[in-house]
């Protein structure tokens, strides 16, 4: 009998959901992962953050070009779409983030940090916590030295 088999159990499907929600590897890996990757760093960790790479770099160029765009006196002139050819780099971010939106990159970037944000909350009143992977963290016991 095995006293930590619950624990155990926990902790597998727990990696398990964590890394469902990560992208798969072979879809979303590049060449120019394999110098920046660390010894014993997992792929699905690396990919997550270059996405979050990714998703902010592509919302700042909206963000910024969107300025450029609205400011141009030219664009309450012209038609929409001449509008959006003198402003490519506008319209090239705006599609580019549209297409990750709708291949649910906030999911894959965010969702894992919910889950073991969330699980570490939980897994503090029982002395324990988990890592971005979902592992388990065994806290020590705080010792009560109240003894007068």
Request: glycine content about 2%; overall charge positive; some cysteine.
């Amino acid at each position: 009998w095995d006293p930590f088999a619950d624990l155990k159990a926990f902790e597998r499907r727990l990696t398990e959901v964590v890394s469902s929600y990560r992208p798969s590897t072979f879809r979303w890996r590049s060449k120019y992962l394999l110098p920046q990757r660390q010894a014993g760093a997992p792929w699905s960790v690396i990919t997550v953050e270059l996405l979050a790479v990714v998703l902010s770099a592509m919302s700042m160029c909206t963000a910024i070009s969107a300025w450029y765009w609205l400011r141009d006196p030219r664009t309450t002139i012209v038609p929409l779409t001449e509008s959006l050819f003198i402003h490519p780099i506008f319209t090239i971010a705006t599609l580019a983030l549209i297409v990750l939106f709708t291949l649910g990159i906030q999911k894959l970037v965010i969702a894992p940090q919910i889950i073991t944000s969330r699980t570490r909350t939980v897994l503090g009143d029982f002395n324990m916590s988990c890592d971005d992977t979902g592992k388990l963290i065994l806290k020590p016991r705080q010792s009560n030295n109240n003894s007068t």
